[in-house]
């Protein structure tokens, strides 16, 4: 007489259970990289843009502007931080770099802070990009040579270039 040889219900529960585990890794994991995936982009863009202004203060396209002014680039959705009153003279200088500037990627974890700014004086050009994650400094939102401001209640990172 042949015996039928089947899946005992303790070893479907454990390979069940198994595979559950798996999951739940896979889902941690998922989640890290989408985050770090984001950090990437953001990193990306304000690097970007930190080259853009830096081309054109060396090819002389600040030198005229001597009043201090904000001014936001590559707003995200319209939002920046806060209203700024352009300047017409920055306004001037910055429209024709307006096809290069890339669209701002939001904050992680912020999309009410995104793009970036420009603060723009006689003698230097302060790019400006935010580093806040869910209400918190994220120092890795600061590129390599950037001075962070974890305490300032602003949350960002700064890149000063002498004109």
Do not use: H
């Not at 680039?73 to 290069?100: E, H, K, M, Q």
């Amino acid at each position: 007489m042949k015996t039928k040889k089947a899946f005992t219900l303790i070893e479907l529960l454990i390979v069940i259970a198994i595979i559950g585990i798996l999951a739940g890794v896979i889902i941690v994991n998922m989640a890290n990289a989408r985050q770090q995936a984001r950090d990437a982009k953001y990193i990306a863009y304000v690097k970007q843009v930190s080259d853009l202004v830096q081309k054109a203060n060396a090819m002389g396209y600040f030198n005229g502007i001597t009043t201090a002014n904000w001014r936001c680039l590559g707003s995200y959705a319209g939002n920046c931080w806060g209203s700024y009153v352009s300047d017409p003279a920055v306004d001037d200088v910055l429209s024709r770099l307006t096809n290069s500037i890339p669209q701002g990627e939001p904050v992680p974890g912020n999309t009410a802070n995104a793009g970036t700014l420009i603060f723009i004086n006689a003698t230097t050009i302060t790019v400006t990009a935010f580093a806040s994650e869910n209400g918190a400094f994220n120092p890795k939102l600061c590129l390599p040579g950037w001075t962070p401001y974890p305490a300032s209640g602003s949350y960002r990172c700064d890149l000063v270039i002498n004109k």
